[in-house]
């Protein structure tokens, strides 16, 4: 059956955490010259995203992971570290190849769209504006205002209920195994593994929609 609904993840699908490294190391360089000691904004970039953990470590870790591993001449405290990512970090990410192009084509076919992402509200909003795809989109659903993390179900039908779509109706397109696939499979919906940098893990049955590139997503969905 053809989905009425197509929903999201955000950071790893609709937007490439990976590309905003570069000019964020720029940034960090920049902002904390005076109190580094020698390191090349190539080199800084490594450094940050090993720390990063794709997106998973938890902030208070990805905090201390900098302190550690940097050249420090002059110690900053880790809620300068933090405040600087959260304030910088999102205005530097870019949309997929391809994103705007699928969305559009989605949404000239009639598909209710939506997103379901973990992090801060402040956070994922700004991305979603400075990727341009905010305008797509019918329920935008992030965890930092609903107090409900992917995986679980809930925040899958939060979702659902924006769109008011049955969730054997809708489709969810992520990069995570478990967050991604694994909880919007539990929710009742069709599963899409956008395959990226996450392994699949042992125990878990793979999807049978996988993709490689968002494109290809065109070519699992009849005509409208």
């Known amino acids: 059956m053809d989905p009425t609904a197509i929903i999201f993840d955000l950071d790893g699908t609709l937007v490439d955490r990976g590309a905003a490294f570069r000019p964020y190391a720029e940034k960090f360089h ?6 580094l000691g020698e390191i090349e904004v190539g080199a800084l970039r490594d450094r940050l995203v090993e720390a990063d953990g794709k997106g998973y470590r938890p902030k208070p870790e990805l905090a201390v992971r900098l302190l550690e591993a940097l050249p420090w001449r002059s110690l900053p405290t880790a809620d300068e570290l933090e405040s600087f990512r959260r304030a910088e970090f999102p205005k530097l990410v870019a949309a997929r190849d391809g994103a705007a192009e699928l969305l559009a084509w989605l949404s000239e076919r009639g598909y209710r769209l939506g997103v379901v992402t973990n992090g801060s509200v402040r956070s994922q909003t ?21 107090g409900i ?15 008011g779509v049955a969730a054997e109706r809708a489709w969810y397109v992520g990069d995570h ?4 696939v694994v909880g919007s499979r539990d929710a009742g919906m069709t599963p899409v593994w956008l395959k990226g940098d ?3 893990p042992d125990g878990h049955a793979r999807p049978e929609l996988i993709i490689e590139h968002l494109a290809e997503l065109r070519s699992h969905l009849g005509p409208m």
């Open 198 to 200: 996450h392994d699949w």
């Open 126 to 146: 700004t991305k979603l504006h400075v990727a341009r795809l905010i305008g797509y989109f019918e329920a935008v659903v992030i965890s930092g205002g609903i």
């Open 177 to 180: 195994p478990i967050n991604d």
């Open 30 to 35: 920049a902002a904390f010259r005076g109190r």
């Open 149 to 163: 993390k992917k995986p679980e179900a809930g925040a899958f039908h939060a979702c659902l209920g924006e769109l």
